[in-house]
């Protein structure tokens, strides 16, 4: 099983559709969650941390389930330049004291005319 | 502020040869990531330096080694280059080592192995 899962997609929406993405973690003592967005031959560039009690910024809408170990973006007013990888991640401590970054593979987004 | 830079931004090279990639945290970032992200894959964590020390490894061979210099900047260094190597390379920085710190991405090196 992959420490975390997205479903790849393509979402090919309208645009001005809310869209949303899903993604599950494997280590539950994961300490922090991220959505990173990621255009094409770009470098990922954070979109958003994400806290269990949810967190708003804009047209974006994350929000963290623990117990189900389940995170989700929704995008809302979807704009031509959403068109992008969003990329799922979670962080946890490594034993030496340090921390990593696990990312998943990506969904890919199409916002259309 | 100048984000994290990376160099070069391009590199070719033929099997088995060595290469060396740069990489300048933000100012008064403390910690250096790097990740290694093949084609359609999302980035696999390789290394992590603070206050020059490595604090931690990824799944990745002996041939791949890093270091962190006394003004937080840092090279990875890639020995015996297979062609399964060829990649992006990121470097990550962040204030601290610990886990809810924002890491921030510089633009990469693109190695292509030939």
């Known amino acids: 099983r992959k420490e975390v899962e997205q479903d790849p997609g393509p979402f090919n929406v309208p645009e001005g559709a809310t869209v949303a993405f899903n993604c599950t973690y494997s280590?539950?003592?994961?300490?922090?969650f991220f959505w990173y967005r990621q255009d094409c031959r770009k470098e990922p560039k954070l979109l958003m941390s994400v806290y269990s009690s949810g967190n708003e910024d804009g047209r974006f809408t994350a929000q963290l389930n623990r117990a189900s170990q389940y995170i989700s973006l929704l995008i809302r007013d979807s704009k031509l330049s959403d068109s992008a990888t969003y990329l799922c991640?979670?962080?946890?401590?490594?034993?030496?004291?340090?921390?990593?970054?696990?990312f998943g593979t990506g969904t890919q987004l199409k916002v259309e005319l | 502020d100048t984000g994290v830079t990376q160099s070069p931004t391009h590199l070719i090279k033929t099997r088995g040869q060595q290469v060396t990639l740069r990489c300048s945290p933000i100012?008064?970032?403390?910690?250096v990531s790097w990740y290694q992200q093949v084609l359609g894959q999302g980035p696999q964590f390789i290394f992590q330096?603070?206050?020059?020390?490595?604090?931690g490894r990824g799944n990745f061979p002996d041939r791949f080694s890093a270091r962190q210099f006394p003004n937080y900047s840092s090279e990875l260094n890639v020995n015996a280059l297979l062609l399964g190597d060829s990649a992006l390379y990121l470097c990550?920085?962040?204030?601290?080592?610990?886990?809810?710190?924002?890491?921030?991405f510089g633009p990469g090196t693109r190695l292509t192995v030939t």
């Open positions: 330096y603070y206050e020059k020390e490595e604090r």
């Open positions: 991640v979670v962080n946890g401590e490594l034993t030496g004291g340090g921390n990593k970054l696990t």
């Open positions: 990550a920085s962040s204030l601290r080592d610990r886990a809810g710190y924002e890491q921030y």
């Open positions: 100012s008064g970032h403390k910690s």
């Open positions: 280590n539950s003592a994961s300490q922090s």
